[in-house]
């Protein structure tokens, strides 16, 4: 029964467990040898064969016969009698070769090596997935979600091991159930309380940088380099990228005919806006690209402070800084500078009115609202429809209609 058992676990060895056969063999080896010298204080005089394919083993002990009555260790040495048994033609001086049984060895003995050799095999199927995934960090994996939980999600990859995807590594518009597959990249791999942890992550610029591999041959190739990538994840994302052969143009190549390429992308990060922008050494040029979809009127750098001052028509404001700002924050962090957004002198009407001077009529949390979307002035403000200042902005739509009042009475 016991024999059975152990060729249970040789069966799970071999075709369970990810592992070559030079280590299993190796294990296995060393398990039985280690019994061999808790039974018999030594393991010199044993040969072990291990047959991996049948899930079998044979263990045969090596002993010089001598004469009845001068056998000074039974674990090296046999009585000629007893060897006679096996052997008619044995004689003194020779040396016999019996098998050892494993019931020989006792219950415990053959639990404790069961033990022995499932912890071994645990262990190393644990180095062998920390190993494995130690070395794919920066890969995207796939895999199936196995149970999702309020801090994290359980993902199982093609051979059953387990990953993890914290809840602040999931685009806040993802929604996962049991069954579902999913693709991440690898961000982290550790060991914890000997268990590997594996963690995931669909926020990671990394993970948006291996999506464009994959949907951009070019980039794949090497032909066209991402330079440089900043995102809010499943909001808005800004990649630089720059073409090592002036004959492939390297927006054209990431976005594809009609976005073909980047709208796959697009889908994968749940309608995350990417904003493609073609590098270039030539800062300001970078610094007006990064503010796409606003055209720049003027730039000035102060490379003593990394910060550049922007000005454009009064129109335009609003596009550079985004939603909540969203857009101007985007392009600091791609270009490094810190950017001011200004309207264009002598654009502005000399009858418009700063914004600050109706904080006695408003409060000044929703004039710093409206400011963070471009409008600064009264004007700016009434330029907008309730709808669009909805939309750009977290003021309710009667808060809106009290402000719109307010300042169309200043030019009544």
């Not at 994996?141 to 990859?157: F, P, S, T």
């Amino acid at each position: 029964m016991e024999n059975v058992n152990l060729i249970d676990t040789f069966s799970e060895f071999k075709e369970l467990k990810n592992i070559d056969r030079v280590t299993m063999m190796s294990v296995l080896e060393d398990v039985f040898r280690s019994m061999l010298i808790k039974t018999y204080g030594s393991d010199e005089k044993f040969d072990i064969i291990i047959n991996i394919d049948k899930g079998d083993f044979e263990i045969w002990r090596n002993r010089e016969v001598v004469e009845d009555g001068k056998v000074e260790d039974p674990n090296l040495q046999i009585p000629l009698s007893k060897a006679k048994l096996i052997d008619e033609d044995y004689e003194v001086g020779e040396e016999v070769t019996d098998e050892v049984k494993l019931l020989d060895f006792g219950r415990r003995s053959i639990l404790a090596l069961r033990q022995n050799l499932t912890a071994r095999i645990l262990e190393l199927e644990k180095n062998n997935v920390y190993n494995k995934y130690k070395d794919r960090i920066g890969e995207i994996v796939a895999g199936e979600i196995y149970q999702v939980w309020k801090r994290e999600i359980l993902v199982l990859d093609d051979e059953g091991n387990e990953l993890i995807l914290p809840k602040n590594e999931q685009i806040p518009s993802d929604y996962f159930r049991k069954g579902d597959t999913i693709r991440a990249v690898v961000v982290k791999v550790d060991m914890r309380n000997n268990n590997p942890l594996i963690i995931l992550s669909r926020t990671s610029p990394v993970f948006l940088e291996r999506l464009f591999e994959l949907e951009v041959p070019e980039i794949f190739d090497g032909l066209i380099t991402i330079k440089k990538i900043v995102r809010v994840p499943g909001e808005r994302a800004k990649v630089a990228v720059e073409s090592y052969d002036e004959r492939i143009d390297p927006v054209g190549a990431c976005v594809g005919m009609k976005g073909s390429r980047i709208h796959g992308i697009v889908r994968e990060l749940k309608n995350e806006n990417i904003d493609v922008i073609n590098f270039t050494n030539n800062t300001q040029l970078f610094i007006q690209r990064s503010l796409s979809p606003a055209k720049i009127s003027n730039i000035k750098i102060v490379e003593d402070d990394k910060r550049a001052e922007v000005y454009l028509q009064p129109r335009e404001v609003s596009l550079a800084i985004g939603k909540g700002g969203l857009n101007i924050r985007l392009a600091s962090q791609l270009t490094g500078y810190e950017i001011d957004v200004y309207r264009e002198s002598g654009t502005e009407d000399d009858e418009d009115v700063n914004l600050d001077e109706f904080s006695d009529e408003i409060d000044a949390w929703i004039i710093d609202e409206l400011k963070a979307i471009g409008c600064d002035t009264a004007k700016s403000v009434l330029e907008l429809s309730p709808a669009d200042l909805a939309t750009r902005t977290d003021l309710e739509e009667e808060t809106i209609k009290e402000v719109l009042k307010i300042l169309r009475a200043e030019f009544e």
